[in-house]
Antibody
């Protein structure tokens, strides 16, 4: 059974940093691209960043470019999101999502339950 | 950046058909994916690559894509289908989601 478990969220002041972790199980982690998708309270889904299975970082949304860094550790079956210079509009539920096919990014067949990040003074 | 447009809401009586549209420039050249999100839950993949149903998804859910409009159709709607539905494509190395459509079962 595929499972994705996010952690690391919480309340943080504007301008500070936070690191999210997604631990995966139930599939061969190194064979699939992984992504972060967020959802502000009462709003829709927004793709944040993705990391391919073989060629590194895919990219970042314009809203987080230069502030967020995605990475992965295949030995630990883990995906990370380092978030710096946080702003109130970064407040959201952050989901980790798995690519459905190893060579075709952008179809998310499994999602974690999400971790809440609240940026407020 | 690529923009997808969805109606904010669709209301449908039980047993009837719900049609959710997703409009984008020349969207037929993209593979369109649809996600269902119920309150307090993570999104669930329903249809991918325009019309393929994800495992476990009832045949009542179907998708199509032509011209500038992709469509998710829910036949014989049930109370349990009440949710937000998002269309999504992969464009220029980034994920693009539509704003979502809330389906209300009357």
């Amino acid at each position: 059974e595929v499972q994705l478990m996010e952690s690391g969220g919480g309340l943080v002041q504007p301008g500070r940093s936070l690191r999210l972790t997604c631990v995966a199980s139930g599939f061969t982690f190194e064979d699939y691209g992984m992504h972060w998708v967020r959802q502000a309270p009462g709003k829709g889904l927004e793709w944040v960043s993705g990391f391919s299975w073989n060629s590194g970082v895919i990219g970042y949304a314009d809203s987080v470019k230069g502030r967020f860094t995605i990475s992965r550790d295949n030995a630990k079956n883990s995906l990370y999101l380092e978030m710096n210079s946080l702003r109130p509009d970064d407040t959201a539920l952050y989901y980790c999502a798995k690519d459905m096919e190893w060579n075709d990014p952008g179809t998310y067949d499994y999602w974690g339950q999400g971790v809440l990040v609240t940026v407020s003074s | 950046s690529y923009v997808l447009t969805q109606p904010p809401s669709v209301s449908v009586a039980p047993g009837k058909t719900a049609t959710i549209t997703c409009v984008g420039d020349n969207i037929e050249t993209y593979g369109v994916h649809w996600y269902q999100q119920k309150p307090g839950q993570a999104p669930v993949l329903v249809v991918y690559d325009d019309f393929d149903r994800h495992s476990g998804v009832p045949e009542r859910f179907s998708g199509s894509n032509s011209g500038s409009t992709a469509t998710l159709t829910i036949s014989r709607v049930e109370a349990g289908d009440e949710a937000d539905y998002y269309c999504q494509v992969w464009d220029n190395d980034s994920g693009v989601f539509g704003p979502g459509t809330r389906v209300t079962v009357l």
